[in-house]
């Protein structure tokens, strides 16, 4: 088995950090909740050591054993779905019932059902490659399931997994060689589904409104972005120092889940927030390489189920920092590795051990094509036996 130190390495900064950030952001609300101030560290670290476990294990499955089950995965995604909706099984929290209890452990259905469409989308996008690329129906299937799980996932609701679950099947979608103006007419389509989305619900219009002017009801509908921002503003150049935030004294709401990235740049200031930013992006950028070469190796699922475990990354960690800066209208998404959440933290460390996994066999074909390739050129030069001239 091949190891992708580089891989390696992103991946403990970033959870390294992840921790230290979130135990920073969390004390002073665990030391008020749970009279406990290290609380949510201790539940990071139980979260991380079954993240860990769970990784090792898909770490040894194979990549095909994910290929020839993407249907299973699929029709898990939507019980899960249609589980959590069910009152006295799913756990309502702030207006949204997101979650399933699992003894010691909180199940957001969602995370699980993002990585269930990727595994299923590249089976299909393998299985159905020549429909996707050259006949409306390859390309309209897809989009058929999508629609299901995007109804299913927005009678939570859940509009950041909405928008972080379309984004990357369109990515992947994309990538497979759909053709360009098909794949814009269904954008313009989902645009304008997504628009009437926000304007039929009065609770998505005022963040909208508060996210184009936070300022104008800064005590109100724009306080928790108004506060973000001047989270930003203290840490200046080099923070203020770990520990050392204002915001996290019951300032910020939320400021261990959807806006610790807020905290850690008051903490440690714009070239911190630059750093993890660059840990981010090495790593996304190493996911994708280890996926082109997936692709070269002729591993086409292992291929597109990389992609999309780099769009998702991706779009996730673009959408909170966009959120926590005002780039982008409020809404509760998490950042990986930093955000305290159990389900997060165990469904990116298994997508890690994924990718590991894809690069390991991309590994061993290579060497095993690489020894073919040394033997065939000895018995090139071998000379013929019986070569003699006898005339």
């Keep these: 088995m091949s190891v992708d130190m580089t891989l390696v390495l992103f991946s403990i900064a970033l959870i390294v950090i992840g921790f230290v950030a979130m135990s ?3 004390i002073e609300f665990a030391a008020e909740r749970y009279n406990n101030p290290f609380y949510h560290s201790y539940r990071y670290l139980f979260h991380l050591s079954v993240a860990i476990v769970g990784g090792l294990v898909v770490y040894r499955i194979p990549m095909s054993f994910w290929q020839h089950t993407g249907w299973f995965w699929l029709l898990a995604a939507f019980v899960l779905l249609i589980v959590v909706l069910i009152p006295g099984i799913g756990s309502e929290v702030n207006g949204s019932r997101r979650w399933v209890r699992l003894g010691p452990l909180n199940l957001q259905c969602s995370e699980i059902a993002k990585v269930c469409v990727i ?17 409306w129906k390859g390309f309209i299937k897809p989009m058929g399931v999508l629609f299901f799980v995007t109804i299913l996932l927005m009678a939570e609701p859940d509009f950041g997994a909405t928008v972080v679950t379309l984004g990357t099947a369109f990515g992947m979608i994309f990538l497979a060689g759909v053709r360009l103006w098909q794949f814009s007419l269904v954008i313009l389509a989902v645009l304008a589904a997504g628009v009437v989305a926000v304007v039929s619900e009065p609770y998505r219009m005022k963040r909208l ?3 184009t002017d936070p300022w104008a009801d800064q005590f109100n509908t724009g306080y928790q972005l108004t506060q973000s921002l001047i989270a930003f503003g203290r840490g200046e150049w080099w923070g203020v120092g770990l520990g050392n935030s204002i915001q996290k004294l019951f300032y910020l709401p939320e400021s261990h889940t959807d806006f610790v ?3 850690y740049a008051e903490e440690f200031g714009f070239v911190g927030a630059v750093i993890l930013i660059a840990l981010f992006c090495g790593l996304i950028a190493r996911i994708l390489q280890i996926g082109r070469k997936a692709e070269k190796q002729q591993q086409v699922f292992s291929a597109y189920v990389a992609y999309g475990i780099a769009l998702m990354i991706s779009g996730q960690v673009f959408i909170n920092i966009g959120v926590n800066t005002g780039l982008l209208p409020t809404k509760g998404l998490t950042l990986p590795f930093l955000s305290y959440g159990g389900s997060s933290l165990m469904v990116c460390c298994g997508l890690l051990a994924m990718v590991m996994r894809i690069h390991s066999e991309t590994a061993t074909a290579l060497a095993g094509g690489a020894k073919k390739l040394r033997t065939k050129k000895r018995q090139i030069k071998k000379p013929a036996k019986g070569g003699e001239n006898n005339d």
Excluded: K, N, P
């Design 24 to 26: 920073s952001a969390s």
């Design 209 to 211: 409104t508060a996210y």
């Design 119 to 135: 595994l299923y989308l590249a089976g299909y996008l393998v299985r159905r490659q020549d429909e996707v690329r050259e006949e």
């Design 261 to 263: 990235f807020a905290i």
